[in-house]
C-alpha cells in the first residue's frame, strides 16, 4: 500500500520560503513520477510541479516558474518543494500525488494520471 506524508507547510510572510516534504512508502518509483498540486479556498485543486524518479525530468506550471523548484532524495524516497519568493495566491492546501509507470521523458501534470494522494499540508502566505 503507498502512503504519502506531506509536511512543512505553515504561516509565512509575502516573499518568504517554505520547504514542503513528501515521504513516499509502500513500493519501489523507480518508474514513476511525484506531483505536487494545491487547492486554494473555494477554488479547483489545480498542478504546481512534477518530477520523473528516474531521471528527473520536472515541469511546472507558469504561475510558479522560476519561484519553486522541485526535487527528489531516491535514497529517502522523498520529493520536496522549495517555494521562494511566496505570494498571498499561493495559499493552498498542498498534495503530494504519485502517478505510476512515467519513468522517462514524459511528466504527467493531468490529476487523474495520479493515482495516490496525500492528505495535504496547508499554506498560508499573509500580505
Known amino acids: 500500500q503507498v502512503q504519502l506524508v506531506e509536511s512543512g507547510g505553515g504561516l509565512v510572510q509575502a516573499g518568504g520560503s517554505l520547504r514542503l516534504s513528501c515521504a513516499a512508502s509502500g513500493r519501489t518509483f523507480s518508474r514513476d513520477a511525484m506531483g505536487w498540486f494545491r487547492q486554494a479556498p473555494g477554488k479547483e485543486r489545480e498542478f504546481v510541479a512534477a518530477i520523473t524518479w528516474s531521471v528527473g525530468s520536472t515541469y511546472y506550471t507558469d504561475s510558479v516558474k522560476g519561484r519553486f523548484t522541485i526535487s527528489r532524495d531516491n535514497a529517502k524516497n522523498t520529493v520536496y518543494l522549495q517555494m521562494n519568493s511566496l505570494k498571498p495566491e499561493d495559499t493552498a492546501v498542498y498534495y503530494c500525488?504519485?502517478?505510476?509507470?512515467?519513468?522517462?521523458?514524459?511528466?504527467?501534470?493531468?490529476?487523474?494520471?495520479?493515482?495516490?494522494w496525500g492528505q495535504g499540508t496547508q499554506v498560508t502566505v499573509s500580505s
Open positions: 500525488a504519485a502517478a505510476l509507470g512515467y519513468g522517462l521523458g514524459y511528466v504527467p501534470s493531468f490529476q487523474y494520471e495520479y493515482r495516490y
